[in-house]
């Protein structure tokens, strides 16, 4: 009948039909069910869950309340403070014991006061019997402790400081002594109350080291000795502090209830009697966790709990948290790969119609991009692209008008294209056909350059050949190295330069010939001389006296002493000449550098040395502040291959 009822039309007309009431009730009771079902199906019970690995309370005990417990998890006491204190003793005198303020910890104890009466409980009252002390000490070991209970061994010291015993016998220089004692117990602490009460059963021995005796005429006629074993029970008022680390960190481990918490605890107690609770606990926290989490905490659950309870759960949860992931990559990324791996992988996926609407609207995003990139750049390419894509797309008619508009701008583009590199009929084409072109200034502008330029040449040749100076003739070929005359420039020059190096014989000379005539009739003669020249050196050999001394002078104007001094530079290997300039200073007696001014000193021409040759520099100059000085020059230049030259002449002053 439920499946029947499909939509909320016949799910009301069947609630609302009397004929039907017997049925309303079953169907929503059933409905009722169903739902309990599946919420429970969804949410498992964590006590239900936890039951099977709960530690039992007999386990719990054996392991945390026994004198062989669980080290991590054995109670420890460090400290009691017991306000009130109220006991029976039996045998050998019955006793009843009052303590006040009874407090200690692991291993000793104290107590501000404590009464014992023999009498009941009428404490310090006539006629009856009682012992007060004052801060009785003792020692304790603990034997076994629980969460509320202790057993343990003690013994306690007494020493009296207040003593009544009211008999026939009342007069108290008749006592002997007041009555110490040593009490040795095994005593069991029950806790109630949460702690704040407890019972104690007292099984112990008493020793009265000094005797509480009654003489008369030196012998004893009373005695009232406490020393003998006795049973005791005593109910008090005060707390008692204990501490179980590993309980400690259970519970919180529980209070805390996260994965972290349980392997923590797991990985600190490693075999205790909670593990399988804790395991337990784990598992459902994790279930809890992938439930609400990522990939990564189905994949702790997975890992941890290969075969847990939870595991269909885990392997569902993360395969939709991978589709999940897909969507939202393919969403975030924006891209049909993506989109299409998505599709690939999830046909009939949770997501798959938002992936398709996002496919849809990216790849509208792309042909719009790729129009915009056709008509911005205006490019076939793009427009192909365009074409080729996007056959019957929304701008198909727009991009072959474009391509039509592009064919004919290729057309003038390309008769513009001719005339950069072209010269004035290029550029009369170009006016000819696009009168009103879109580059018609241009070209007009270079038609007028280049008419210019050929005035320029024809004026340049017409002075190179007119003067027949070489200088021009250089201008003219460095110019115009395309020029119209140039074969008519270079036939008149070759020679020129060609007598010119000869007798310079001088590298940049022929370098120029080389330059500006590379086909001449002389260009083999030229290039072997220039090889001679850079593979051989000039012999340079200089002669200069290493002193000179000062003499009369020879001119009416001039004063002694004179000095008069010169270098002769020769070359000696009849090869090639050299060219040299000199630079240096003349000093003083005293260290002063003089010179033709305060700069460069004293400088020399060119002195030029032919091949075979010699040339002398003489020069003169006076001073008696020169006697004792010296001249120091420094020649250096170049031979006729381009090898440099440095000499460096010093002359004394005597």
């Known amino acids: 009948m439920y499946q029947e009822l499909k939509t909320s039309v016949q799910l009301n007309q069947f609630l609302n039909s009397n004929k039907n009431s017997q049925m309303k009730k079953w169907f929503i009771l059933m409905l009722i069910l169903g739902c309990a079902t599946n919420l429970f199906a969804q949410n498992p019970d ?24 669980n080290p991590d998890f054995k109670w420890k006491n460090y400290f009691y403070f017991t306000f009130l204190d109220i006991g029976y003793q039996s045998a050998p005198k019955n006793l009843y014991v009052t ?27 006539k006629e009856k019997t009682n012992i007060g002390y004052w801060f009785p000490i003792g020692v304790s070991l603990p034997v076994i402790t629980g969460s509320n209970y202790n057993i343990s061994l003690r013994c306690d010291y007494y020493w009296a400081i207040h003593f009544s015993d009211h008999s026939e016998y009342d007069d108290p220089e008749n006592y002997t002594q007041k009555p110490s004692i040593l009490d040795f117990q095994i005593q069991l602490d029950i806790y109630v109350k949460k702690a704040i009460s407890k019972l104690n ?11 509480w005796n009654v003489v008369e005429s030196s012998l004893p006629i009373y005695s009232n000795n406490l020393t003998g074993p006795y049973l005791g029970i005593s109910w008090g008022f ?99 790969p993506e989109c299409d791996r998505y599709l690939s992988n999830y046909r009939n996926g949770k997501f798959t119609k938002e992936v398709e609407a996002k496919k849809t609207e990216i790849y509208a995003k792309m ?32 991009i072959e008008a474009k391509k039509t508009e592009i064919y004919a701008v290729m057309k003038e583009d390309s008769i513009y294209n001719q005339t950069k590199n072209g010269g004035i009929a290029e550029c009369e084409n170009y006016q000819a056909i696009y009168p009103s072109g879109k580059y018609i200034q241009t070209v007009v502008a270079k038609k007028e350059k280049l008419k210019q330029e050929v005035r320029e040449e ?50 940049t000379e022929y370098e120029t010939y080389i330059k500006f005539c590379p086909d001449g009739s002389n260009i083999s003669k030229v290039t072997q001389r220039l090889e001679f020249l850079r593979t051989h050196t000039a012999k340079v050999e200089t002669d200069y006296p290493a002193n000179v001394k000062g003499g009369q002078s020879p001119y009416s104007n001039v004063s002694s002493p004179f000095f ?88 004394n002053c005597r």
Request: charged letters at 25%.
């Open 46 to 69: 964590k006590s239900a869950f936890e039951k099977k690995f709960r530690t039992p309370a007999m386990a719990k005990f054996k392991n945390e309340n026994s004198f062989f417990a």
């Open 99 to 125: 303590d006040f303020c009874d407090f200690g910890g692991k291993y000793f104890r104290a107590k501000l006061f404590s009464a014992y009466s023999l009498d009941k409980l009428y404490l310090f009252k």
């Open 201 to 211: 059963l007292v099984y112990g021995y008493r020793k009265q080291l000094t005797e």
């Open 238 to 336: 005060g707390v008692s502090f204990k501490e179980n680390n590993g309980l400690d960190d259970w519970k919180t481990a529980k209070k805390v209830n996260t994965i972290t918490s349980y392997e923590s605890f797991l990985k600190k107690y490693p075999g205790s009697h909670y593990e399988k609770e804790a395991t337990a606990r784990l598992e459902f926290a994790a279930y809890q966790t992938f439930e609400k989490g990522n990939i990564n905490d189905c994949k702790y659950y997975l890992t941890r709990f290969p075969t847990g309870l939870f595991l269909k759960e885990a392997q569902d949860r993360k395969e939709e948290l991978v589709e999940e992931n897909a969507y939202k990559s393919a969403v975030a990324s924006g891209t049909l």
């Open 367 to 398: 042909e719009e991009t790729a129009y915009k990139n056709a008509i911005t750049t205006g490019s076939l390419l793009e427009c192909d692209r365009y074409l080729s894509n996007y056959r019957n797309g929304k701008y198909t008619s727009k």
């Open 458 to 507: 024809l004026n340049s040749y017409n002075n190179a050949v007119s003067s027949n100076n070489i200088d021009e003739m250089k201008h003219y070929l460095s110019a115009y190295p395309n020029g119209n005359h140039r074969a008519e420039v270079l036939k008149k020059v070759e020679p020129v330069f060609y007598n010119a190096a000869i007798k310079a014989d001088w590298y």
């Open 564 to 651: 008069q001094w010169k270098v002769t530079f020769r070359e000696t290997g009849f090869k090639m000449g050299y060219k040299v300039e000199g630079k240096g200073w003349y000093y003083d007696n005293a260290g002063g550098a003089w010179g033709d001014n305060s700069y460069s000193g004293k400088t020399t021409e060119e002195l030029i040395i032919k091949p075979g040759g010699a040339k002398t520099y003489d020069t003169w100059f006076s001073g008696s502040e020169f006697v004792g000085g010296y001249i120091l020059m420094n020649f250096t230049g170049e031979d006729a291959g381009g090898h440099p030259i440095n000499v460096q002449v010093r002359i």
